[in-house]
């Protein structure tokens, strides 16, 4: 799934795609029971670790190399995180 969408933002660049929106299916807890009316009981901010990893990949990807990929929590309460790629070059 993140090679997929790293490849698709890379087609979309190319293409002259400034901005874009992508989703990620995010993996439910192996702790979930299907009964559960909520499978997030951290909500948001649950949902936001656990997406981390899946994120970063999909950065490193795109940026390509040995990019080196920052995190800045923007605001905890909302679990609203900014991931920043950096590449060895400039036009990376």
Same mark, same amino acid.
């Given at each position: 799934?993140?090679a997929d969408?790293a490849?698709?933002l890379? %087609?979309?660049?190319? =293409? =002259?795609?400034? $901005?874009?929106?992508?989703n990620?299916? *995010?993996?439910e807890?192996?702790?979930?029971?299907p009964?559960?009316?909520?499978?997030?009981?951290?909500g *948001?901010? %649950?949902?936001? $670790?656990?997406? %981390?990893?899946?994120?970063e990949?999909?950065?490193?990807?795109?940026?390509? =190399?040995?990019s080196?990929? $920052?995190?800045?929590?923007?605001d905890a309460?909302?679990?609203c *995180? %900014?991931?920043?790629g950096e590449?060895?070059? =400039?036009?990376n």
């Amino acid at each position: 799934m993140v090679a997929d969408a790293a490849n698709s933002l890379c %087609q979309a660049k190319e =293409g =002259g795609f400034k $901005r874009t929106t992508v989703n990620l299916k *995010i993996p439910e807890l192996p702790t979930v029971d299907p009964a559960d009316l909520d499978p997030w009981p951290g909500g *948001i901010r %649950q949902v936001s $670790r656990e997406a %981390q990893p899946l994120l970063e990949s999909l950065v490193k990807a795109v940026v390509g =190399g040995s990019s080196t990929v $920052r995190s800045t929590v923007v605001d905890a309460e909302s679990g609203c *995180i %900014q991931y920043v790629g950096e590449g060895e070059k =400039g036009k990376n």
